[in-house]
């Protein structure tokens, strides 16, 4: 019969300042010599007898404590290593962890960390899945790129989007205003399901509707006011389809304000597959919202709007913010298209080539000043940073891609140190070089690959370098499916079905549940698929709403936890932990006041989130201390005995398996049977187990113990150190005394 006795409570008692085991632990004993007072005889040996406490090296904790980073400590407050689950536990100070066996906060060690490396790998799995609203399940179709930000501040990141309701298939039209915010906890429910926050309530005042097509943006509008309160800015239909304006929600999905005039009369903007961005134009804290080329305060109120030109391009404006004076002089330019206005709404250039667009920015030729990139209708150029060409305006047809083109995603994928720009197309997702001739620019063709979007062929994408390989890889997804290329060679690595409207959205990437990892989202919308309108065939699963994914091994590279706006680039947004802000400012959410450059030669890229590296975990480390054996009852049974101790940084669970086997003399082993620990073993501390073991006949047995063994090759924990997992064989002299 397997049994295991665990001597080493969770909690024992601090016996003194000494570090030295007391007097007395090692001499012989027996029942008419016992052992000194706080020891006891264990097999003709004394040993320190913890009564039901934590033994922690060689002193008794006191009760209720655990042996931690080599010292005896009352476990903290109750925690979560996976925040965002729903849960009442927090998370731990910096100085501490949130142990994943005790679930509860314990201190750092200060030295020797046990870590496991993270293994490169790339298998994409799905986290979960979001089908439609709870309480509305008409809303379900989702045509916006998913926001990521942390808005009910628990530490895990949540997945921002607009759902429509979803019309009959017969519909036969655009998809009309009637459309929710909700907010989906980025771990979703932490057992593969989603988690719904809230969402916001239907409207049925067309002045009320949220627009569905119209790309959302977060952020802490008012950095004065020390409250770090985060603020959703959606599109707003005001009357038909293409004029609408813009909606404020607090970060519970409340109705806060409309884009308005200062009057009180609401304004009419361009959104219609366009975006909303956000930005700190003056640096005095408090943040403007950018709609093409309107811009309002952080209350609402207009500031300047150019009603005389539309930057707007084939779908809906894409605006974003940057320094583009040389030298930089911290204020903030607005750049729609081939147009850039100052922040007090003066126009400074428009480019006569190509004034409209979806755009982004980056440093081609290693000047530190940025070049801009357009794509419009069919066209790419890039444009100095005072307007002035830097490239021809080139076709789609001379790089091998047709339709109108989406939003540019620029990272540098071949290794050459010049960005290079990414743009899906109608038929074709290409990958484009930036090439110096002379003054100028050309741009070509990288690679392509197939691609399904002719429904609104203006859709984005972006990047990341998942498994740290030196490689990004591209996320992407259109009218049927999702997929990841290889963003070197376009390689395929993920290709599943995804069913989209497609407007000028993209998937997004973000550390989702606070485990340090990057984590991807996709959307989707069925009905256009339903109604016949695009053609996907017809065994394609419908989908809808939204889809997270995680590698299978849990070991993509760290990212930020945030992505707020459309054009996003890394230095738009404060994420709280990284060094993009400093000091005070440097709040989940907050907006700059001095944006970095995000051409530097450290980023240089646009639509890309940071990579923070392949971060090591920390791990266990079982160790037998010693095996010894009881052998009163021979021949009959013996009994094994073996104190095992976790050298490690995290704890191990009650379930960790320990295996007895007995050794011939060829080194070949015999399972003799199974235990387990049956209680948590914290960093620092010791348990005993015993197995009984009848054997077949007398005789003398060498046997070894081996933690973190299941006794058929598994091991149940990860290590940073498994090759002292065995004990020394012991000699085990089991044989009949007459």
């Known amino acids: ?7 080493d409570a969770m909690a024992p008692v601090d016996t003194g300042a000494s570090d030295g085991p007391p007097a007395g632990v090692g001499q012989r004993c027996t029942a008419m010599r016992p052992c000194p007072s706080g020891l006891q005889c264990v097999d003709g040996v004394c040993a320190i007898d913890c009564g039901g406490n934590a033994l922690c090296g060689a002193r008794c904790c006191a009760a209720g404590q655990v042996c931690a980073a080599g010292a005896c400590v009352a476990p903290g407050m109750a925690c979560t290593p996976n925040p965002g689950c729903g849960g009442t536990a927090g998370t731990c100070p910096a100085s501490e962890y949130c142990d994943s066996a005790l679930m509860r906060c314990l201190p750092n060690a200060a030295t020797g960390m046990c870590t496991v490396p993270a293994a490169r790998s790339f298998r994409p799995v799905e986290a979960w899945t979001w089908r439609a609203s709870s309480r509305y399940p008409d809303y379900k179709g989702v045509l916006v790129t998913p926001i990521v930000a942390d808005v009910d501040r628990d530490g895990a990141s949540d997945v921002l989007v607009v759902a429509y309701r979803d019309p009959p298939a017969s519909y036969g039209g655009t998809v009309t205003a009637h459309s929710i915010l909700c907010a989906l906890s980025g771990a979703g429910d932490c057992m593969g399901g989603p ?25 802490d509008l008012d950095g004065t006011d020390a409250r770090s309160e985060l603020t959703i800015i959606a599109g707003l239909r005001l009357g038909p389809l293409g004029s609408q304006g813009i909606v404020a929600f607090d970060a519970r999905g409340n109705r806060l304000w409309v884009g308005r005039r200062a009057d009180g009369t609401p304004v009419p903007v361009e959104l219609y597959g366009g975006a909303i961005a956000i930005a700190d134009l003056e640096g005095d804290g408090r943040a403007e919202i950018i709609v093409g080329n309107a811009v309002f305060e952080s209350t609402g109120v207009l500031r300047w709007q150019d009603t005389t030109t539309t930057c707007a391009g084939s779908f809906g404006p894409m605006a974003f913010a940057a320094d583009i004076s040389n030298p930089p002089d911290g204020r903030l330019e607005v750049i729609c298209g081939g147009t850039a206005y100052a922040a007090d709404g003066r126009r400074l250039w428009s480019a006569p080539t190509m ?32 307007g002035t060409p830097a490239s021809a305006v080139t076709s789609f047809a001379s790089v091998g891609l047709d339709g109108r083109g989406g939003a540019p995603t620029i990272a540098d994928l071949d290794g050459d140190t010049i960005p290079d720009i990414a743009i899906a197309g109608a038929s074709r997702y290409a990958a484009l070089r930036v090439v110096p001739r002379g003054a100028v620019f050309a741009i070509e063709r990288a690679w392509s690959q197939p691609a399904d979007d002719l429904s609104s062929n203006v859709t984005g994408s972006a990047m990341f370098d998942f498994d740290g390989d030196g490689q990004f890889e591209v996320i992407y997804q259109d009218t049927c499916r999702a997929r990841v290329f290889g963003g070197r060679d376009g390689s395929v690595l993920l290709d599943i079905p995804n069913i989209s409207g497609t407007a000028s959205n993209y998937p997004t990437v973000a550390d989702l549940n606070g485990d340090g990892r990057a984590e991807f989202v996709t959307v989707s919308d069925s009905y ?5 309108m695009i053609p996907c065939p017809a065994t394609t699963p419908r989908t809808d709403g939204v889809r997270v994914f995680r590698d299978a091994n849990d070991n993509w590279q760290s990212t930020r936890a945030i992505w707020n706006q459309h054009a996003y680039s890394v230095t738009n947004v404060c994420d709280g932990v990284d060094t993009v802000c400093t000091g005070a400012e440097n709040q989940h959410g907050a907006i700059p006041r001095r ?10 890229s646009f639509r890309v989130n940071a990579q923070l590296g392949l971060i090591a975990r920390r791990a266990a480390d079982l160790v037998v201390l010693s095996a010894s054996a009881n052998v009163a009852s021979c021949p009959t049974e013996y009994v094994i005995r073996a104190d095992v101790a976790n050298r490690g940084t995290l704890s191990v669970p009650g379930t960790t398996p320990v295996t007895f086997y007995r050794e011939d003399m060829m080194g070949m082993r015999t399972r003799l049977g199974t235990v387990t620990l049956e209680r948590t073993l914290a960093p620092g501390g010791t348990a005993r187990v015993q197995l009984r073991v009848m054997p077949p006949m007398p005789g003398v047995f060498r046997v070894v113990v081996v933690a973190n063994d299941d006794g058929m090759g598994g091991m149940h924990v990860r290590e940073c150190n498994t090759s002292n997992n065995a004990s020394e064989p012991l000699a085990v002299d089991c044989t009949l005394i007459g």
């Open 1 to 7: 019969m397997d049994t295991a006795i665990d001597v």
């Open 195 to 219: 988690r719904e926050l809230w969402c916001t309530e239907p409207q049925t005042d067309i002045t009320r509707e949220l627009n569905s097509w119209g790309n959302i943006a977060v952020g």
């Open 355 to 386: 004034p409209a667009g979806s755009g982004a920015i980056a440093d081609f030729d290693g000047n530190n000043i940025p070049e801009i990139v357009v794509v419009n209708n069919g066209s790419i150029a890039i444009f100095r940073h005072d």
């Open 528 to 532: 256009y698929a339903r109604s016949g």
């Open 595 to 604: 944006q970095a450059a995000s051409w530097t030669p450290a980023l240089n």
